[in-house]
């Protein structure tokens, strides 16, 4: 089946600095990824919907100059939380999406994010 | 507003026996159902997906149903294992022609199989 990888897995790093997760699809192409956000005991909340080529799509609340989205490939997204801090701590989980497979979303493993 | 319901919010049962996990959707149109396994620190794993036309579906103890007319599925786990302690989380897809997320996420049930 396709795969999703997420890079880190995990990072700690300190109040105002800037944190890059990379995700990428191993074995597809993918013109569609989304960025996800889960806190403790509670279900994946949406941020954003990155297409190739162009720029994320932001849900509403999320702030889009915070959460730097790129997607300069088909395999590879990047969400960039600039000058994180303690209230970003969460877990960030990456999905892609199969071209013309428009309900099928890749789930990568995550990545826990704890700014101190 | 597309919504996806679960329950029981939380779980717990001993190694062996059986469990029921329920969820309803208000989500139109309707394209699919899939039931996702979430480790604690983990990204979800697909453990079954059904259309409007299947009303039950396996994968191993896990048995997945699903009722259109009532908006209704269930995930019935056989014979649990500790290795089965997890969330488990409903996910509806609805049809859209458009680029962009269709999937409508319930708040999962968080299930703990005790020794």
């Known amino acids: 089946g396709a795969v999703v990888s997420q890079h880190p897995s995990w990072v700690i790093c300190k109040s105002g600095t800037s944190v890059k997760i990379e995700c990428r699809s191993l074995?597809?192409?993918?013109?569609?990824m989304f960025w996800y956000r889960q806190f403790p005991k509670q279900s994946l909340m949406l941020m954003a919907t990155s297409n190739e080529g162009s720029k994320a799509t932001y849900e509403q609340g999320v702030e889009k100059d915070k959460f730097l989205i790129n997607h300069a490939s088909l395999t590879l997204s990047t969400l960039t939380v600039t000058s994180a801090h303690p209230e970003d701590s969460s877990f960030y989980i990456c999905s892609a999406q199969s071209p013309g497979v428009t309900d099928t979303q890749y789930f990568g493993p995550g990545t826990r994010l704890t700014v101190l | 507003k597309n919504q996806v319901e679960q329950s029981p919010q939380s779980l717990i049962i001993l190694e062996g026996k059986n469990c029921t996990l329920q969820?309803?959707?208000?989500?139109?149109?309707?394209?699919?159902l899939r039931w996702y396994k979430q480790d604690t620190g983990r990204g979800p794993v697909s453990l079954t997906i059904m259309t409007f036309s299947e009303n039950t579906k396996s994968n191993g103890r896990y048995t997945a149903t699903l009722d259109a007319d009532t908006k209704q599925s269930s995930l019935h786990i056989t014979a649990s294992q500790l290795s089965d302690s997890a969330s488990y989380i409903c996910v509806v897809s609805a049809v859209n022609n458009n680029a962009g997320n269709m999937l409508t996420f319930g708040g999962g049930t968080r299930l703990m199989v005790k020794p």
């Open positions: 074995d597809f192409q993918a013109t569609t």
């Open positions: 969820c309803n959707y208000t989500v139109s149109p309707f394209s699919n």
